[in-house]
């Protein structure tokens, strides 16, 4: 089997865990709790064959099996390596929300329709179930995917009927029925991922046009559809490109990846030998405790970084450049760290905090800072994709701060042993006498206590509450970076930053007793 299959680690199955796998049961599971309306089931009479039921049965687990579903599927994935050969019991399968319809036909019926398959294969005892081929990282999912809308409200069966439409045009891998976020709400769209790309172009200049019911259907590539929403809200540079990875599945897709997993896994065992040497870096962000690697200069996994709805907000409006103390300093009373990013030459920019705003954290800020650059701004919350794309950016910057400072403390260098400020054993009125013992150091302390005049870099803080650890976002009165930067994010927003004569901060190690050593990152 694929090395991502022979390395992946078995996770025992507990007892307690309820068997299912299907999309509709993790997202509706709590819908009738929210809503007090009941959803809509897919136990529904069909009209069709003894045959196209089989084949129906045998295809739904066909798609549970899939490289576009087994590898991201939690649930289906332990059960493919509970055991060495990746047998799966067939009742199990078949107890799946959407196989529940085919349960009174009976277990040899079902397995009559699964003997049909040439993506399966059956045990010697007819209980268990398996793939004939290696998982393989699936591709171009996105360039094979279409949008289409126009499916009205969703009433039972429709699953089932929107499968059947498309499964004319030609093989189908999944239909995605689009769903609200807060109230899982058909939203009357759906993703359709076909089996290559041939059949999209099909299904696309289809003559007449795909229609539902009579009605015209709103029909484009998956490509297509998110350009579409990235000009409509305005999304530039990361926010846009996190909102098309987000819908490709790719980069920054959320959730259990096995591929994402294993390559954890086999970083991990390369760096083994270097752990003792090396101390695991860790960084307080928003709650939430996250690795720091040293890749790229400190790095933490996209997918972990924690979306806190309601951490930023957006302000438009002003002309010319954003100042970033202008939004600052009347703040600065009720919120002590603030972290600005401003793309240069737009009319609207960020501005995170360190929690999610109430009302009365909102309305401060929009009384206190009504204008900008003589010209009346709006604040409104920020959109999704722009707010996750924030929060990557500030913890991408922090663990880069959190790696050179655990660097620099015990190498020297910029800011390390070397001084750690312009002054060191020069004069401490340049820059703190506790910054080292001798030389000019680095730009990490010196001239005000530690302030990083680069963008992008942060100051460590070990006294700080436990939101980003060393060196959460930002420099306070830094505005020269907005203005000669493109793409501005303010390193810092710590009230002592550019005092002179302050010291430089010191991370403390944690070490375990001739195991790993740690340096607890938190600020």
């Given at each position: 089997?694929?090395?991502?299959?022979?390395?992946a680690?078995?996770?025992?199955?507990d007892?307690?865990?309820?068997?299912r796998?299907?999309?509709?049961d993790?997202?509706l599971?709590?819908?009738e709790e929210?809503?007090g309306?009941t959803?809509?089931?897919?136990?529904?009479t069909?009209?069709?064959?003894?045959e196209e039921?089989?084949?129906?049965?045998c295809?739904?687990?066909?798609?549970?099996f899939a490289?576009?579903?087994?590898?991201?599927?939690?649930f289906?994935?332990t059960?493919?390596?509970a055991?060495a050969?990746?047998?799966?019991?067939?009742?199990t399968v078949?107890s799946?929300?959407?196989?529940?319809?085919?349960?009174?036909?009976?277990p040899?019926?079902l397995?009559?329709?699964?003997k049909?398959?040439s993506?399966?294969e059956?045990?010697?005892t007819?209980?268990?179930?398996?793939r004939?081929?290696?998982?393989?990282?699936?591709?171009?999912?996105?360039?094979?995917?279409?949008?289409?809308?126009?499916?009205g409200?969703?009433?039972?069966?429709?699953q089932?009927?929107?499968e059947k439409?498309?499964?004319?045009y030609?093989?189908?891998?999944?239909?995605?029925?689009?769903?609200?976020?807060?109230?899982?709400e058909?939203?009357?769209?759906?993703?359709v991922?076909?089996?290559?790309e041939?059949?999209?172009q099909r299904?696309?200049n289809?003559?007449?046009?795909p229609?539902?019911n009579?009605?015209?259907?709103?029909?484009?590539t998956?490509?297509?559809?998110c350009?579409?929403?990235?000009?409509?809200?305005?999304?530039?540079?990361?926010?846009?490109?996190?909102?098309?990875?987000?819908?490709?599945?790719?980069?920054?897709?959320?959730?259990?990846?096995a591929?994402?997993?294993m390559?954890?896994k086999?970083?991990?065992d390369?760096?083994?030998?270097?752990k003792?040497?090396?101390?695991?870096v860790?960084?307080?962000?928003?709650?939430?405790?996250?690795k720091?690697?040293?890749?790229d200069?400190?790095?933490?996994?996209?997918?972990?970084?924690p979306y806190?709805?309601?951490?930023?907000l957006?302000?438009?409006g002003?002309?010319?450049?954003?100042i970033f103390?202008?939004?600052?300093d009347p703040?600065?009373?009720?919120f002590?760290?603030?972290?600005?990013?401003?793309?240069?030459?737009a009319d609207?920019?960020l501005?995170?905090?360190d929690?999610a705003?109430?009302e009365?954290d909102?309305?401060f800020?929009?009384?206190k800072?009504?204008?900008l650059n003589?010209?009346?701004?709006?604040?409104?919350?920020a959109e999704?994709?722009?707010?996750?794309?924030?929060?990557?950016e500030?913890?991408?910057?922090a663990?880069r701060?959190?790696?050179?400072?655990?660097?620099?403390?015990?190498k020297?260098?910029?800011?390390?042993?070397?001084?750690?400020?312009?002054?060191g054993?020069r004069?401490?009125?340049?820059?703190?006498?506790r910054?080292?013992?001798?030389?000019?150091?680095?730009r990490?302390?010196g001239?005000g206590?530690?302030?990083?005049?680069?963008?992008?870099?942060e100051?460590?803080?070990?006294s700080a509450?436990?939101?980003?650890?060393?060196?959460?976002?930002g420099?306070?009165?830094?505005?020269?970076?907005g203005?000669?930067?493109?793409?501005?994010?303010?390193?810092?927003?710590g009230?002592?930053?550019?005092?002179?004569?302050?010291?430089?901060?010191?991370?403390q190690?944690?070490?375990?007793?001739?195991?790993?050593?740690a340096?607890?990152?938190?600020?």
């Open positions: 089997m694929a090395e991502v299959e022979k390395t680690e078995t996770v025992k199955i007892d307690d865990v309820e068997e796998s299907d999309v509709e993790h997202e599971a709590d819908v929210k809503t309306e959803v809509p089931t897919e136990n529904v069909m009209d069709e064959s003894e039921k089989k084949q129906r049965a295809r739904q687990i066909e798609f549970y490289d576009s579903n087994l590898p991201y599927d939690k289906m994935w059960l493919h390596t055991n050969e990746h047998w799966v019991p067939i009742k078949a799946f929300k959407r196989m529940r319809e085919f349960s009174p036909l009976g040899e019926w397995l009559e329709a699964l049909t398959s993506e399966l059956i045990d010697e007819d209980t268990k179930v398996r004939r081929n290696e998982v393989k990282e699936a591709k171009g999912q996105f360039q094979r995917s279409i949008y289409a809308k126009g499916f409200k969703e009433e039972p069966g429709l089932q009927k929107l439409f498309f499964d004319v030609g093989r189908v891998n999944a239909v995605r029925m689009r769903r609200q976020n807060e109230t899982k058909f939203k009357s769209s759906v993703f991922e076909f089996s290559d041939s059949t999209v299904f696309l289809a003559v007449p046009k229609s539902w009579g009605e015209e259907l709103k029909i484009m998956k490509d297509a559809y350009e579409m929403k990235i000009k409509e809200k305005g999304l530039t540079g990361q926010a846009a490109n996190y909102r098309k990875d987000k819908e490709a599945g790719t980069g920054l897709r959320r959730g259990f990846n591929f994402r997993e390559d954890k086999n970083k991990g390369k760096k083994d030998k270097d003792a040497a090396k101390p695991d860790f960084l307080d962000f928003m709650g939430a405790k996250l720091v690697s040293d890749d200069g400190g790095h933490v996994d996209d997918a972990e970084v806190v709805k309601g951490t930023a957006k302000v438009s002003f002309e010319g450049d954003l103390k202008d939004v600052k703040i600065k009373e009720r002590t760290r603030a972290f600005v990013k401003y793309d240069k030459g609207w920019g501005v995170g905090f929690k705003l109430s009365e909102t309305a800020v929009k009384e800072v009504k204008t003589g010209k009346e701004v709006v604040w409104g919350p999704e994709s722009e707010e996750k794309a924030f929060l990557i500030r913890a991408q910057m663990a701060k959190a790696i050179s400072v655990t660097t620099r403390g015990g020297g260098g910029r800011g390390g042993s070397r001084g750690g400020s312009r002054g054993s004069g401490g009125s340049r820059g703190g006498s910054g080292g013992s001798r030389g000019r150091g680095g990490g302390g001239r206590g530690g302030g990083d005049r680069r963008e992008g870099r100051k460590p803080k070990s509450g436990p939101a980003e650890a060393n060196g959460k976002e420099s306070a009165d830094d505005t020269q970076t203005e000669k930067r493109k793409r501005a994010i303010e390193p810092d927003g009230p002592d930053v550019g005092v002179r004569g302050a010291a430089v901060p010191v991370i190690a944690s070490k375990k007793a001739k195991t790993d050593d340096v607890a990152a938190s600020a």
